[in-house]
């Protein structure tokens, strides 16, 4: 955290000495109260040019705050012509997300009737030398809470964990763990597990919370017992202990859903869970 500290000053002092900086903001995790924060956590920078053209393309810049030793760059096309993305990692093994806005731009998405979603999970104004940033809607941190879901929503997350189960079956039958594996974790895991046990936390805390991204906190949140039935869905390459993974997430499915349903006034399709 230090290390971080120090740099995170080093970007401060340097834009506050940049004429053609004219603001700059911490966002992302460092900037909600309500995120977990560790010494793994990065730092997320935004710089607000006169001209970002330059800064764009020439990377020689990045080097005034440590030895870059991998970098991700990411043009203005990647995101509607708004800013460009450089994501650099230091040789101190500091991560840093810079965005680098134009002015004009900045100013086109601070008008927006709503903060844009990358401000309002969280923002602080790090420099600002011509009160550009004083006009911003102060950020609600409410971007990260988990919504609760619509019945048809709800139903079609259940519906389709249910289809999909069988594509999983058909492969470990077959002793295509390849095909099992996208399945179950990228299909079923991420688009249906993880949502309906994001609802079930957060309707125990009557829908005002977040376990942040993918689940990173359900350890946190979830009860002894329910978080062993969630660690008992995770498998190797073992078919057999595949098997034993796909009835795992069945049985949380079917208790977490069915929980769900009747809490929430919503059908739950019982029919189709035997089948």
């Given at each position: 955290?230090?290390?971080?500290?120090?740099?995170?000053?080093?970007?401060?002092?340097?834009?506050?000495?940049?004429?053609?900086?004219?603001?700059?903001?911490?966002?992302?995790?460092?900037?909600?109260?309500?995120?977990?924060?560790?010494?793994f956590s990065d730092l997320d920078i935004e710089l607000i040019?006169?001209?970002?053209?330059?800064?764009?393309?020439?990377?020689?810049?990045?080097?005034?705050?440590?030895?870059?030793?991998?970098?991700?760059?990411?043009?203005?096309?990647?995101?509607?012509?708004?800013?460009?993305?450089?994501?650099?990692?230091?040789?101190?093994?500091?991560?840093?997300?810079?965005?680098?806005?134009?002015?004009?731009?900045?100013?086109?998405?601070?008008?927006?009737?709503?903060?844009?979603?990358?401000?309002?999970?969280?923002?602080?104004?790090?420099?600002?030398?011509?009160?550009?940033?004083?006009?911003?809607?102060p950020p609600t941190y409410q971007v990260s809470i988990i919504?609760?879901?619509?019945?048809?929503?709800?139903?079609?997350?259940?519906?389709?964990?249910?289809?999909?189960?069988?594509?999983?079956?058909?492969?470990?039958?077959?002793?295509?763990?390849?095909?099992?594996?996208?399945?179950?974790?990228?299909?079923?895991?991420?688009?249906?597990?993880?949502?309906?046990?994001?609802?079930?936390?957060?309707n125990r805390h009557d829908w005002g919370i977040t376990t942040?991204?993918?689940?990173?906190?359900?350890?946190?949140?979830?009860?002894?017992?329910?978080?062993?039935?969630?660690?008992?869905?995770?498998?190797?390459?073992?078919?057999?202990?595949?098997?034993?993974?796909?009835?795992?997430?069945?049985?949380?499915?079917?208790?977490?859903?069915?929980?769900?349903?009747?809490?929430?006034?919503?059908?739950?399709?019982?029919?189709?869970?035997?089948?």
């Amino acid at each position: 955290m230090k290390t971080r500290d120090e740099k995170l000053k080093a970007i401060i002092h340097w834009a506050n000495n940049n004429k053609d900086i004219k603001a700059s903001l911490l966002t992302s995790s460092l900037a909600n109260p309500s995120a977990p924060v560790d010494e793994f956590s990065d730092l997320d920078i935004e710089l607000i040019f006169e001209s970002n053209a330059s800064y764009i393309s020439d990377n020689n810049w990045l080097q005034q705050f440590g030895k870059p030793i991998a970098m991700i760059e990411e043009d203005e096309s990647c995101f509607d012509n708004r800013h460009a993305m450089k994501m650099v990692l230091y040789d101190d093994g500091v991560k840093v997300d810079f965005k680098l806005y134009s002015v004009n731009k900045f100013l086109e998405d601070l008008q927006q009737k709503d903060l844009p979603e990358d401000w309002d999970i969280g923002y602080q104004v790090l420099m600002d030398k011509d009160g550009i940033t004083h006009a911003m809607q102060p950020p609600t941190y409410q971007v990260s809470i988990i919504k609760k879901p619509s019945a048809q929503r709800f139903q079609q997350v259940i519906n389709d964990f249910w289809w999909d189960t069988t594509y999983v079956a058909k492969c470990l039958a077959r002793d295509e763990i390849f095909y099992a594996k996208f399945m179950s974790e990228t299909n079923i895991r991420t688009q249906y597990l993880v949502p309906l046990i994001e609802w079930h936390i957060a309707n125990r805390h009557d829908w005002g919370i977040t376990t942040n991204k993918y689940g990173r906190l359900f350890k946190k949140y979830l009860d002894s017992a329910t978080w062993l039935k969630a660690q008992q869905t995770f498998s190797g390459s073992v078919i057999a202990d595949n098997w034993n993974a796909l009835w795992a997430m069945a049985d949380l499915v079917a208790e977490v859903g069915a929980e769900l349903a009747q809490t929430l006034g919503y059908t739950y399709p019982y029919e189709l869970e035997k089948i």
